[in-house]
């Protein structure tokens, strides 16, 4: 196994400037799992759902080549719910319910033939839940990257903070990087959160991009300027499953490597919001995925010759 991914699998109900919807599927995992399908097949799942979630996605995600043995499916339980409603400027919301349902006991089990996965991907979930996955693994991975949200920082801040300890890459927002440092400048947050445990830091901006800091070193990637932003849920889990995804592929974990990662974690980003939900990345393409990655190129490279050079 190449990668495993954790995290919610969920529904969602969703409120933007341009549309609302009833319940549908969503949830870290959910993206993570679309989003590094692009990349990779030798992956597998560790989640759970109640009976109520839909047999068909669960079908469609094995499609994908995401093995599923790791999901449960507690019949008699509700799924994970969250329900959003983003400002206008669609780079901020206020999360309106979080029922955590069969979250609320779940205990993750990775199943045998994925304890040796060489890349571990700890999506958005309650921070005691992914310290339990990372012990379950036989082998350390060569990359273990975890997302998270203000939620947790909010009631789990000193689980999340042991979790520090034991990754790699942190990948959390501009707000949530301010939340846990405590410092408004965010190269300053970069420095302290470092200090915390992870190798490298990426900090999500929404439209405005991401940036990678490791001790060193800093990189930016820019968010590609999009026409119409439908809706932006699952956009930065869909960004670490193109990240990580990426990264698998390749087996690379060099500097020089994550910086194309980002590019294309960003540019599976810029997909996801483009409808709602999950529904974009479906029935997506290698070769839109190819023209995309070109669109990012073309929008940053120039060309400059130092007079002192
Ligand atoms: P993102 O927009 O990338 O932050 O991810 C949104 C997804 O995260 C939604 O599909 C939700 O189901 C899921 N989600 C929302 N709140 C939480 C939470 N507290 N823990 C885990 N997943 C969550």
Redesign the pocket.
């Known amino acids: 196994m190449s990668l495993l991914a954790v995290?919610?699998v969920?529904?969602?109900a969703i409120e933007t400037p341009f549309g609302k919807t009833d319940k549908i599927v969503?949830?870290?995992a959910?993206?993570i799992c679309l989003s590094a399908s692009q990349f990779t097949h030798k992956m597998g799942l560790v989640s759970v759902v109640g009976g109520d979630f839909p047999k068909e996605t669960i079908e469609l995600l094995k499609q994908k080549g995401v093995n599923m043995d790791g999901l449960q499916i507690k019949e008699n339980e509700k799924t994970?719910f969250?329900s959003?409603k983003y400002h206008n400027d669609m780079n901020s919301r206020d999360?309106i319910d979080?029922q955590l349902n069969v979250?609320a006991d779940f205990v993750p089990v990775v199943p045998e033939e994925m304890r040796n996965a060489e890349f571990l991907m700890l999506?958005?979930?309650?921070p005691k839940l992914q310290l339990d996955v990372i012990k379950q693994m036989t082998t350390r991975p060569k990359l273990i990257v975890l997302?998270t949200?203000n939620?947790?920082m909010d009631i789990a801040m000193d689980d999340l903070i042991e979790n520090l300890k034991h990754i790699d890459v942190l990948t959390i927002?501009d707000g949530e990087a301010r939340q846990l440092s405590g410092e408004y400048s965010l190269v300053k947050a970069a420095q302290k959160i470092l200090k915390m445990g992870p190798k490298y830091l990426i900090i999500k901006k929404g439209e405005h991009g991401a940036l990678l800091f490791n001790k060193e070193q800093v990189f930016f990637a820019p968010a590609l300027p999009l026409e119409d932003v439908f809706d932006?849920?699952?956009?930065?889990?869909?960004?670490a499953g193109g990240f990580i995804g990426y990264l698998a592929s390749t087996k690379d974990i060099s500097f020089e490597n994550m910086k194309r990662a980002i590019i294309y974690g960003s540019a599976m980003a810029s997909f996801c919001v483009e409808k709602f939900?999950t529904e974009r990345l479906l029935n997506l393409t290698s070769t839109e995925v190819e023209e995309r990655i070109q669109e990012f190129v073309d929008l940053v490279q120039f060309d400059i010759s130092l007079v002192n050079e």
């Open positions: 995290g919610t969920a529904f969602d969503g949830g870290a959910t993206f994970f969250w959003g999360t979080t979250l999506g958005n979930l309650m997302d949200m939620f947790w927002n932006p849920t699952g956009a930065g889990d869909t960004f939900g």
